[in-house]
């Protein structure tokens, strides 16, 4: 192997290119993570990277690599939900869709009709 001096142009022939094919893959998966994200979505995505030089007793050093992504975290939007006791348990009563397109009073009338229905 031919003496090379560390540079940014030669990070990804460390450990016979898999620095290299690290950062590319974390790269890639930054960029496909932005894909169909909403414009209110501006929050940045974070590529580190991590070179080592430890010295050996041999006089060698030992050069590492490590490649970390941070994504942030995916969020829906928030649905509308009422607690509710029906039958003697405690539980959240959703509206259908979206809590703006179906009111929360008729997903509950809709729900105690359907409930009075059962008990016909």
């Given amino acids: 192997m031919a003496s090379q001096n560390i ?4 990070i990804g022939l460390l450990a016979q290119g898999e620095a290299g094919r690290m950062i590319n893959d974390a790269l ?16 940045p995505r ?6 080592t030089f430890t010295p050996m007793s041999s006089g060698a050093i030992d050069t590492g690599c490590k490649v970390k992504l941070d ?10 939900a009422q607690l ?6 405690l ?5 259908d869709g979206a809590p ?3 009111p929360l009073e008729a997903a509950i009338a809709k729900a105690q009709g359907a409930h009075q229905g059962e008990e016909e």
């Fill in 46 to 51: 974070k590529l580190t990277i991590t070179l």
């Fill in 28 to 43: 890639r998966e930054a960029q496909e993570d932005m894909e169909g994200r909403t414009d209110a979505d501006k929050k």
């Fill in 91 to 95: 539980g959240l009563l959703f509206s």
């Fill in 100 to 102: 703006e397109a179906t």
């Fill in 7 to 10: 540079t940014c142009d030669t």
């Fill in 84 to 89: 509710r006791r029906q039958g003697g348990h």
């Fill in 71 to 80: 994504l942030p975290a995916r969020e829906a939007t928030n649905t509308i």
